[in-house]
């Protein structure tokens, strides 16, 4: 039989051949994937494996402080401690690890692994109770040592925990969008988890700024539990300018408040208004703008934020935040060798205020309710309020010649929120500042401006006089009054004044006159070349951070303009002769108006910190000379002649009292009273604020002027909100401020003999 022999391969070699194609193509994919992740992907790979064999510490850094005028210390950070506790404890979660660790060793792992949920959970249960309380212990220890009652430690550690919780929704948020935009809806793509960020596996302070003494006992509850608690070196913010005794001469007060003797006033949080406070914790805002950790990137900013970090609440703590805060430095130490680098944290920068702190702390005490100037008094002459009844106030100085403001008081001010009720704290909002924030209608202050724009402009000539017949408009005598046509004067008239009078007595129509010939669109470009309309840019913050400032209001073009077509714009004119209609501004405006006008229209804008100025928005504009001495004239007989509104305090018909008493000081000043909108307060006394609860028909008191030896040196400005009369109410505030400005040095010693 003959065989025959086949050419072809046999089963044996095309299994091997298969066998040698998929080697191959398995060498293939292993040859891609090791290019793609050593050359595609290699430098990411590379920097996550030296990452892991680094071990970084991170430096905390501090915050730079903040100084007054005079180089006095007003907020700095002191050496202290902080206790932290890690955040397994916080949660529970460790109580819960150490049992279930407990009653695995108790039945062993072979048996542990044969029990269904429900056993285990019963056995976990079991071996609760020691580990429960040893975390009460550390709990009580944390509360004996520090004075805190296991109420506050509990608010606390519910305040991290919401933090926290908070915080992790946000980065499981972005992390799962950033999953999706990925795999979108593919089938085999991988289920997103939430993974523990950070913050979940850190230490948190539940105790900041504890004293050396109550470190070292809490040192030795570290010692037995390191896993659990934490005494770190920590920093405090400390202000030592906070407490001001202030005593001041009680001979020149107005009668029912005058004493011979020294009145001693305890001011506290001197200055909190503008510093400003510190918080531990952040918020979410905190997060937003300055990450520690860029929760897409993954870089790190050292001066960003971390969950227990301090940071500025408000006043200059808030809005100087990035320069004060400083940046963490870190140690970089090499796991496979003993390498290691440093990097030195950077302190915050110092920031120095215009502030006298001393002054500063006499304009508080000027204000406090203790004092008596911002209660309702017998000579205030308002039948409306009660006696005693507590009045919202401010006060701003600022030097001419620099800009810088030397102290701005408001009343009542954070120190006193406390002592507030629910519903004073609601009308009276201790937190605003109502120097820069507050804004109010000008009134009769703005009547020098109106003046020296008119002059300015040729709409009037000194030489000239205007009639005041007792009211603007020849067929309504009940329109556009003037001050003194009432009843109760016999209708009395002003007649025929020239500027320097008209100022001295406040005469509506004589600026009635002037707003009219200056019409509205000319009148509102002068208020706001004198700063009307605008935020001044005094620096309470710098980077976009927010400041406390309010532009106040005045006609724009638009504004102005629609006013022509509805025929209104010529009374608008007249009233904001007066200071009244669409014209609102903060103290700080109307003593920084003031000072542009002692300038003669050389505008420098007021600052809070000292070498910062903003810029004007447009060049300066000269005053006519002839036209700010004919102002400063006026004001100065408002204050020296009988007939001059901020002369004399009236007590009754004859009665009367001189309200300044500064010699050899020079004094010029305008007052206002300025419509308000009505007084809200608790009329019925029942705890809440109804629709009846007000006081209709009141005014906001003014005063604002110039005290000097010679010259105009310094400008102030004061409001008392609803106060009523501006020279009876603000008046006397007034003359307290030039005593004050002699007191702390800036001007001559006063030879007053009081008014008695």
Request: hydrophobic share 35%.
């Given at each position: 039989?003959?065989?025959?022999?086949?050419?072809?391969?046999?089963?044996?070699?095309?299994?091997?051949?298969?066998?040698?194609?998929?080697?191959?193509?398995?060498?293939?994919?292993?040859?891609?994937?090791?290019?793609?992740?050593?050359?595609?992907?290699?430098?990411?790979?590379?920097?996550?494996?030296?990452?892991?064999?680094?071990?970084?510490?991170?430096?905390?850094?501090?915050?730079?402080?903040?100084?007054?005028?005079?180089?006095?210390?007003?907020?700095?950070?002191?050496?202290?401690?902080?206790?932290?506790?890690?955040?397994?404890?916080?949660?529970?979660?460790?109580?819960?690890?150490?049992?279930?660790?407990?009653?695995?060793?108790?039945?062993?792992?072979?048996?542990?692994?044969?029990?269904?949920?429900?056993?285990?959970?019963?056995?976990?249960?079991?071996?609760?109770?020691?580990?429960?309380?040893?975390?009460?212990?550390?709990?009580?220890?944390?509360?004996?040592?520090?004075?805190?009652?296991?109420?506050?430690?509990?608010?606390?550690?519910?305040?991290?925990?919401?933090?926290?919780?908070?915080?992790?929704?946000?980065?499981?948020?972005?992390?799962?969008?950033?999953?999706?935009?990925?795999?979108?809806?593919?089938?085999?793509?991988?289920?997103?988890?939430?993974?523990?960020?950070?913050?979940?596996?850190?230490?948190?302070?539940?105790?900041?700024?504890?004293?050396?003494?109550?470190?070292?006992?809490?040192?030795?509850?570290?010692?037995?539990?390191?896993?659990?608690?934490?005494?770190?070196?920590?920093?405090?913010?400390?202000?030592?300018?906070?407490?001001?005794?202030?005593?001041?001469?009680?001979?020149?007060?107005?009668?029912?408040?005058?004493?011979?003797?020294?009145?001693?006033?305890?001011?506290?949080?001197?200055?909190?208004?503008?510093?400003?406070?510190?918080?531990?914790?952040?918020?979410?805002?905190?997060?937003?703008?300055?990450?520690?950790?860029?929760?897409?990137?993954?870089?790190?900013?050292?001066?960003?934020?971390?969950?227990?970090?301090?940071?500025?609440?408000?006043?200059?703590?808030?809005?100087?935040?990035?320069?004060?805060?400083?940046?963490?430095?870190?140690?970089?130490?090499?796991?496979?060798?003993?390498?290691?680098?440093?990097?030195?944290?950077?302190?915050?920068?110092?920031?120095?205020?215009?502030?006298?702190?001393?002054?500063?702390?006499?304009?508080?005490?000027?204000?406090?309710?203790?004092?008596?100037?911002?209660?309702?008094?017998?000579?205030?002459?308002?039948?409306?309020?009660?006696?005693?009844?507590?009045?919202?106030?401010?006060?701003?100085?600022?030097?001419?010649?620099?800009?810088?403001i030397l102290a701005m008081a408001s009343f009542p001010g954070r120190s006193v929120e406390d002592e507030l009720s629910d519903v004073e704290r609601e009308v009276r909002a201790p937190w605003l500042d109502r120097v820069s924030e507050a804004v109010y209608p000008p009134g009769s202050i703005v009547k020098p401006l109106v003046l020296a724009a008119a002059v300015t402009d040729g709409a009037y000539s000194l030489d000239h006089s205007i009639t005041c017949k007792g009211h603007h408009f020849p067929t309504q005598p009940n329109v556009a009054r003037c001050w003194i046509y009432r009843q109760a004067n016999g209708m009395a008239t002003h007649g025929s004044l020239q500027a320097e009078e008209a100022l001295a007595r406040s005469c509506n129509c004589f600026f009635y006159e002037l707003g009219a010939r200056l019409g509205l669109a000319r009148i509102s470009?002068?208020?706001?070349?004198?700063?009307?309309?605008?935020?001044?840019?005094?620096?309470?913050?710098?980077?976009?951070?927010?400041?406390?400032?309010?532009?106040?209001?005045?006609?724009?073009?638009?504004?102005?303009?629609?006013?022509?077509?509805?025929?209104?714009?010529?009374?608008?004119?007249?009233?904001?002769?007066?200071?009244?209609?669409?014209?609102?501004?903060?103290?700080?405006?109307?003593?920084?108006?003031?000072?542009?006008?002692?300038?003669?229209?050389?505008?420098?804008?007021?600052?809070?910190?000292?070498?910062?100025?903003?810029?004007?928005?447009?060049?300066?504009?000269?005053?006519?000379?002839?036209?700010?001495?004919?102002?400063?004239?006026?004001?100065?007989?408002?204050?020296?002649?009988?007939?001059?509104?901020?002369?004399?305090?009236?007590?009754?018909?004859?009665?009367?009292?001189?309200?300044?008493?500064?010699?050899?000081?020079?004094?010029?000043?305008?007052?206002?009273?300025?419509?308000?909108?009505?007084?809200?307060?608790?009329?019925?006394?029942?705890?809440?604020?109804?629709?009846?609860?007000?006081?209709?028909?009141?005014?906001?008191?003014?005063?604002?002027?110039?005290?000097?030896?010679?010259?105009?040196?310094?400008?102030?400005?004061?409001?008392?909100?609803?106060?009523?009369?501006?020279?009876?109410?603000?008046?006397?505030?007034?003359?307290?401020?030039?005593?004050?400005?002699?007191?702390?040095?800036?001007?001559?010693?006063?030879?007053?003999?009081?008014?008695?």
């Open positions: 039989m003959q065989t025959t022999r086949r050419f072809g391969k046999s089963m044996f070699q095309r299994r091997v051949l298969i066998l040698a194609a998929c080697a191959v193509v398995v060498n293939l994919l292993l040859a891609a994937q090791l290019f793609r992740l050593a050359v595609d992907q290699g430098e990411g790979h590379l920097q996550v494996a030296q990452s892991r064999l680094q071990v970084q510490t991170w430096l905390p850094t501090w915050r730079g402080s903040i100084l007054d005028r005079r180089g006095r210390v007003l907020a700095e950070d002191r050496p202290a401690y902080d206790v932290s506790l890690s955040y397994d404890v916080i949660t529970g979660a460790w109580i819960d690890q150490k049992a279930a660790r407990a009653a695995r060793e108790s039945v062993g792992s072979e048996r542990w692994r044969a029990l269904g949920p429900g056993e285990r959970d019963d056995l976990i249960q079991e071996q609760r109770l020691p580990y429960e309380e040893e975390v009460g212990e550390i709990w009580q220890l944390l509360s004996r040592t520090s004075g805190q009652s296991p109420t506050e430690l509990e608010a606390t550690r519910n305040q991290i925990l919401q933090r926290v919780q908070h915080m992790a929704a946000v980065v499981w948020q972005r992390q799962r969008q950033q999953h999706e935009t990925r795999f979108g809806n593919l089938a085999d793509a991988p289920e997103f988890r939430e993974r523990p960020i950070a913050e979940q596996e850190a230490f948190h302070v539940i105790l900041p700024n504890v004293d050396d003494a109550q470190a070292m006992r809490l040192q030795q509850l570290e010692a037995v539990y390191p896993e659990l608690v934490k005494v770190e070196y920590s920093r405090t913010r400390w202000r030592p300018e906070s407490v001001k005794r202030v005593i001041i001469d009680g001979d020149g007060l107005p009668r029912g408040l005058h004493t011979n003797d020294p009145i001693s006033i305890r001011v506290n949080d001197v200055g909190i208004q503008i510093i400003g406070e510190v918080r531990r914790g952040i918020w979410e805002e905190d997060m937003e703008r300055r990450p520690f950790r860029n929760a897409r990137t993954g870089t790190v900013d050292p001066g960003g934020y971390m969950i227990d970090d301090e940071t500025g609440s408000h006043g200059i703590e808030l809005g100087w935040e990035d320069e004060l805060r400083g940046t963490r430095g870190s140690i970089n130490r090499r796991r496979d060798r003993s390498s290691e680098t440093r990097v030195e944290p950077v302190p915050g920068a110092n920031v120095q205020l215009t502030i006298d702190i001393e002054l500063q702390a006499h304009l508080e005490a000027l204000l406090s309710s203790g004092f008596g100037l911002t209660t309702v008094q017998s000579w205030h002459g308002d039948s409306q309020l009660a006696a005693g009844s507590s009045l919202n106030a401010a006060v701003v100085v600022l030097e001419i010649e620099t800009g810088e470009d002068w208020m706001s070349y004198f700063g009307g309309g605008r935020k001044l840019g005094i620096g309470t913050s710098a980077n976009g951070l927010p400041g406390t400032e309010s532009p106040g209001s005045l006609p724009d073009g638009e504004e102005i303009a629609e006013l022509d077509k509805r025929g209104e714009s010529d009374f608008e004119a007249i009233m904001l002769g007066i200071g009244q209609g669409r014209f609102t501004w903060t103290p700080l405006h109307a003593a920084n108006a003031f000072a542009i006008l002692a300038r003669h229209g050389r505008r420098l804008p007021p600052t809070l910190i000292r070498g910062v100025h903003s810029s004007p928005p447009d060049p300066d504009r000269l005053l006519d000379h002839h036209a700010v001495e004919a102002a400063l004239a006026g004001l100065e007989a408002s204050v020296t002649k009988n007939h001059g509104t901020g002369s004399r305090l009236r007590y009754g018909p004859g009665d009367y009292d001189t309200i300044f008493d500064v010699d050899p000081v020079r004094i010029w000043g305008k007052t206002g009273t300025a419509q308000a909108p009505p007084m809200r307060i608790d009329l019925d006394g029942d705890g809440q604020l109804g629709d009846d609860d007000r006081i209709d028909g009141l005014h906001h008191a003014w005063f604002v002027g110039f005290a000097g030896e010679e010259e105009p040196e310094y400008a102030f400005a004061v409001v008392v909100e609803h106060g009523g009369s501006g020279g009876r109410v603000a008046g006397p505030i007034a003359n307290q401020i030039v005593h004050a400005l002699m007191d702390n040095g800036y001007l001559p010693e006063s030879t007053r003999e009081g008014f008695h």
